[in-house]
């Protein structure tokens, strides 16, 4: 069975451009999730989406980011503008029945983000 | 306020000795699962392991356990018979109602 794809793997751009991150989750999971990696801070949610429905974007830093789920199999994180503090990895992750806690969510194997 | 508490930054473990990894929680909430995750050089996400908060035993799944101490939030990682493949990152993570919230990790290095 094919796993959570992210696409681009790896993205270098410069500063005020549009960012666009792609996730396709595993099919028949109905809640998605996407995460961010740094150093300084961790990893930390940024917005959870439940049957394509945004129920938690707590975690988005600010209005330059924005996630869309538009139907079951794909979804899109966008930055606009892009800045360099935005360089991390970004992680997608699906699970089944996502609403339950005892449900493990499965990465994407991360797009790494690169500002300059 | 912080959640997860993976106190260990480093370990550091010969080939097929067992190891513990130490995770402490917080959670007003009486329903949460914990999860842990290897993290391997190459940067993907493995689930390894999951402990509800209602679960009786500790669980496990091959050779990794979970001890799972609920009075004391604690829910450590085992691994035994340690391999050179266990060398990586391993984070301890919690869900309440929303998404994961994760510790700092610990960087487990497995010797020969």
């Known amino acids: 069975d094919a796993g959570v794809i992210q696409s681009p793997r790896h993205e270098v751009t410069e500063m005020g451009q549009e960012v666009t991150l792609r996730c396709k989750p595993i099919s028949g999971h109905n809640s998605l999730f996407w995460y961010r990696q740094t150093m300084m801070r961790g990893l930390e949610l940024l917005i959870y989406?439940?049957?394509?429905?945004?129920?938690?974007d707590s975690g988005m830093p600010e209005d330059r980011f924005s996630a869309k789920m538009p139907n079951a199999s794909f979804s899109t994180l966008k930055i606009q503008p892009s800045e360099p503090r935005d360089s991390a990895v970004y992680f997608c992750?699906?699970?089944?029945?996502?609403?339950?806690?005892?449900?493990?969510?499965?990465f994407g194997d991360g797009t790494r983000l690169s500002i300059l | 306020a912080q959640k997860i508490t993976q106190t260990q930054p480093g370990m550091f473990v010969q080939e097929k000795e067992a190891v513990t990894l130490d995770c402490t929680y917080d959670t007003s909430d009486p329903s949460y699962g914990l999860f842990w995750y290897k993290q391997p050089s190459s940067g993907e996400m493995i689930f390894l392991i999951y402990q509800g908060s209602y679960d009786q035993q500790n669980a496990t799944e091959g050779r990794y356990s979970l001890n799972f101490q609920k009075a004391r939030k604690s829910a450590n990682l085992v691994i035994s018979a340690s391999q050179l493949g266990d060398s990586a990152m391993y984070f301890c993570a919690m869900r309440e109602s929303s998404g994961l919230i994760f510790g700092k990790g610990t960087t487990l290095s497995v010797s020969s």
């Open positions: 989406f439940n049957n394509n429905v945004p129920i938690d």
């Open positions: 992750a699906s699970s089944p029945q996502g609403a339950r806690v005892s449900q493990p969510q499965h």
